[in-house]
């Protein structure tokens, strides 16, 4: 299902086993998996199988209406959490990129959740500042460039319902964040940003070795 782990604490027998021993991905979701594997070395920035099956049933759980997605790459996790949204949910997908959005756009019209997802091909930070400064959103996911974290999350949590989700992605580095002999920028990055989550008495803040790490922050 799932040949290379993306979670460095996993061998790929475990890996296996564990996707196995959850809600699978769909035909449609593992026809994108394909899709996204066929470009080569840079498919690893789409998110686990596993975890997209966490961000279904976490959107699901919490009953988000409204969510906002930083990062969408081809389109996988904006499917997952589409899907666990209602039928008048929205999505709002934040990227750059035209050719690898436009992978996922006919998955996400097999899977019938294309009419939750409004697509914006700008600037991340652009975008989440053009709306009002106001709770508009029940969960946000951010998985996008990693010196732009904190400016996300600032951008994002005025707009964040009270009681509502952050989910931060890669916010492990491949353990690269543990390791004092490891010094670039983007390893730096992320340590500023876990460091700033944490200390932060404006949400509840928990760090979950989910594939490369994800960070799940709750607005008090």
């Not at 040949?3 to 460095?8: G, L, N, R, S, W």
């Not at 492990?172 to 944490?198: C, E, Y």
């Amino acid at each position: 299902m799932s040949d290379a782990p993306k979670d460095f604490h996993l061998n790929p027998a475990v890996h296996d086993y564990l996707v196995r021993h959850g809600t699978p991905p769909s035909e449609i979701q593992q026809d994108l998996i394909e899709a996204t594997r066929k470009l080569g070395g840079i498919s690893i920035m789409q998110v686990a199988p596993e975890q997209g099956a966490f961000m279904t049933l976490l959107t699901r759980a919490v009953g988000a209406k409204n969510a906002v997605e930083v990062g969408t790459f081809t389109g996988y996790s904006a499917l997952c959490i589409a899907q666990g949204l209602p039928d008048d949910g929205k999505l709002v997908c934040c990227d750059v990129s035209e050719e690898w959005v436009a992978i996922g756009r006919p998955f996400w019209e097999k899977a019938g959740v294309a009419g939750k997802i409004d697509l914006r091909i700008a600037p991340a930070i652009e975008t989440l500042r053009s709306f009002p400064e106001e709770p508009i959103w029940d969960l946000a996911f951010i998985d996008a460039d990693k010196l732009g974290y904190i400016d996300y999350f600032e951008a994002i949590l005025p707009r964040l319902n009270t009681g509502g989700l952050i989910l931060v992605d890669n916010v492990l580095w491949m353990g690269t964040v543990a390791d004092p002999s490891v010094d670039n920028d983007q390893t730096n990055a992320i340590r500023k940003f876990n460091d700033h989550v944490a200390s932060d008495d404006r949400v509840d803040c928990v760090m979950l070795p989910i594939s490369d790490g994800l960070t799940l922050l709750r607005k008090r």
